[in-house]
């Protein structure tokens, strides 16, 4: 997963095989934005392609807390490819 900071924000887009998997992938950052009560934007396009941005709305730059989530995300992203792989 690659992530570039453009505009003050955590940004990344990652695709997938089909909307299912981008579906359950989808529930699986919900579930962790909602353990962390931080929350990114997320955008669906081609139904097979996910944009995240993550960013500190309230502070409109990037905190300690998005760094936390996107970490996440990307640890979230890559178990996903390794139980794939399994």
Not at 7 to 18: E, G, I, K, M, S
Not at 49 to 65: F, G, M, N, P
């Amino acid at each position: 997963m690659n992530w570039n900071i453009l505009a003050n924000q955590f940004r990344t887009v990652v695709h997938f095989a089909n909307q299912t998997e981008l579906a359950l992938f989808l529930v699986q950052i919900a579930q962790l934005a909602d353990q962390l009560d931080h929350h990114p934007d997320l955008t669906i396009r081609h139904c097979s392609e996910l944009s995240i941005a993550v960013y500190s709305h309230d502070q409109q730059k990037i905190t300690k807390r998005d760094h936390q989530l996107v970490k996440g995300i990307t640890e979230l992203y890559e178990n996903r490819r390794v139980e794939k792989n399994e």
